[in-house]
């Protein structure tokens, strides 16, 4: 089960990277930021919104750990949307990293054999009678389609247009769906996950712009399209009319 904790897997270096990361690039006393980061933490620190620049700019970001590279540009994506809820940032920071690997991103759990390609596939086994498998299934229908949605979306416009595929539209429904169900099943409130289910359903247009932007910026940096384009020119105005 994927979970909100990318931050708890941050290490001592992790901390100690970001600290010289923003003294080197904002020409910051490196105990200035030290200070900063004893005082108030280290959320305060990833907040910096000169933490992202200096970790494209500098070598020293190629040394950053997945985790906090994932969760330091999924985060200020997030608010660049007006969302500042780091609960959401660290979960889908998490699924980002957890997707990214091998083939987690078709399986319900790293122990399940059972691989999905389609989220319509997902969807013949949102009742699984194993009640913990059925939980399984219902998130991941809403982790399957933000981690396509988000990170893929121009593979989704080209399939749309050349075999009739599914819009973006279909993969936010359905995401929605996954993340509503989830908050229903019994197991969410035992884990304490509810609530983040439930917001990340009501939310899930805006997680998947924010992914939208990561991967236009970071993943496929060089491809350009007219979709693209007016995706971007899409995403932004609805943001602007929501803030």
Not at 6 to 27: C, K, M, N
Not at 49 to 67: E, F, T, V
Not at 71 to 90: F, K, N, Q, S, T
């Amino acid at each position: 089960m994927i979970l909100a904790n990318t931050r708890h897997h941050l290490t001592r270096g992790d901390a100690e990277l970001v600290a010289r990361l923003i003294a080197r690039d904002s020409g910051t006393e490196l105990s200035v930021v030290e200070r900063q980061l004893a005082d108030h933490g280290i959320d305060d620190v990833l907040d910096d919104p000169r933490l992202p620049i200096a970790l494209m700019r500098s070598r020293q970001g190629a040394c950053a750990s997945l985790p906090l590279f994932a969760y330091v540009v999924i985060r200020h994506a997030l608010r660049r949307l007006g969302e500042d809820d780091r609960m959401l940032a660290d979960y889908v920071a998490s699924v980002f990293v957890h997707f990214g690997l091998r083939d987690r991103a078709v399986r319900v759990g790293e122990a399940d054999d059972q691989t999905y390609d389609t989220l319509a596939s997902l969807c013949e086994d949102l009742d699984d009678p194993d009640g913990r498998r059925s939980f399984l299934v219902r998130t991941h229908l809403g982790n399957y389609a933000l981690w396509l949605s988000g990170v893929f979306p121009e593979h989704i416009e080209h399939r749309r247009w050349r075999r009739g595929g599914p819009d973006l539209d279909y993969y936010e429904e359905m995401g929605r769906r996954g993340f509503r169900l989830a908050a229903d099943h019994r197991l969410a409130e035992d884990h304490g996950l509810a609530t983040l289910y439930a917001t990340a359903a009501e939310r899930f247009g805006l997680l998947r712009a924010a992914l939208n932007d990561v991967s236009d910026a970071l993943v496929f940096p060089e491809r350009y399209s007219a979709d693209r384009l007016m995706r971007q020119v899409t995403n932004e105005a609805r943001w602007r009319r929501l803030n």
